[in-house]
């Protein structure tokens, strides 16, 4: 007997696969392969990936040990993730373009005037600074060390006038 189950995450459903009735095998490379892509490619962590699994953090853990295809595939996928996230804080630290549209309705009119235009986002100096110190640890870190070369001398003074002599 076959039955139908949906693999959901917490933005939704990613897809539903047929499996054989009772307990289902604990992994399956064609649909746990195609599952873990798509979650990770939406930044999922391990842990909501074996939750969305319906199986323990360690057996995704045990699975990526035992079968690197399973490995390689969540490895891929979190990269387009990661990528995509890169790309997104480069744009906001250097300040982009995009289309966009303003509806108005105006008085007396049957249907909504749509009028496209091209929104200018700054750039944005906290995305600046943490892309910086990242990239550039030596130059942007907030601990700076300073070399000092050169001598220290010390004078001590054993003399000192105590206040009934001045």
Do not use: C
Request: charge should be neutral; glycine fraction near 6%; proline fraction near 8%.
């Amino acid at each position: 007997m076959l039955v139908q189950r949906s693999f959901k995450y917490h933005g939704g459903t990613v897809g539903s696969v047929r499996l054989a009735g009772g307990r289902p095998s604990k992994y399956n490379p064609e649909t746990h392969l195609v599952i873990v892509q798509a979650l990770a490619k939406r930044g999922l962590t391990l842990p909501q990936l074996a939750e969305t699994l319906e199986v323990a953090p360690s057996t995704v853990s045990k699975w990526m040990v035992e079968h690197p295809e399973f490995s390689e595939a969540i490895k891929e996928a979190k990269d387009i993730a990661d990528d995509m996230v890169e790309a997104s804080l480069f744009q906001r630290a250097t300040g982009y373009s995009a289309k966009a549209v303003k509806i108005f309705m105006p008085a007396g009119a049957k249907e909504p005037t749509i009028v496209p235009y091209v929104e200018n986002y700054p750039p944005d100096p906290t995305a600046m600074i943490f892309w910086l110190k990242n990239r550039k640890p030596k130059d942007w870190r907030d601990k700076q060390e300073v070399e000092h070369s050169g001598g220290l001398s010390v004078t001590i003074i054993d003399d000192i006038p105590s206040e009934s002599h001045v």
